[in-house]
C-alpha cells in the first residue's frame, strides 16, 4: 500500500486540532492518563493526537472529544445544515420526500 505525504495543511490542522484537545483537558484539570483511560486508549497515543499526528484514528480522535465533553461540538461543527452553502443546496440536492 503506497501512502501519500499529508498535505501542509492537513499537517497543520492536526497540530492545531491536537493542541485544542489538549487544552480542553488541561482546563477540566484532567491528566492524560485520565482521558486516555475514558476514552479507552492508551497515553502514548493520546499524546500523539495532542501533539498532532494524523495517523491517530478516527474513532481515537471521536472517545477523546467524548471524553473531554467535546463529541457533539465537534459533530455540530461539520453539520452540513449549520452552514450557509448546506442550507441554500438542501432543497437543491436533498428529494421532497422520501420514498419507501
Partial sequence: MVTRPLPVQTKQAAVVLGGHLATWRKL???TAEQVAQR????RQTLGKLERGDASVGMA???NVARALGQLSVLIDALDPYNSAVGLARVDEILPKRVRQ
Fill in 60 to 62: 481515537v480522535l471521536l
Fill in 39 to 42: 476514552a479507552g486508549t492508551t
Fill in 28 to 30: 477540566q484539570g484532567l
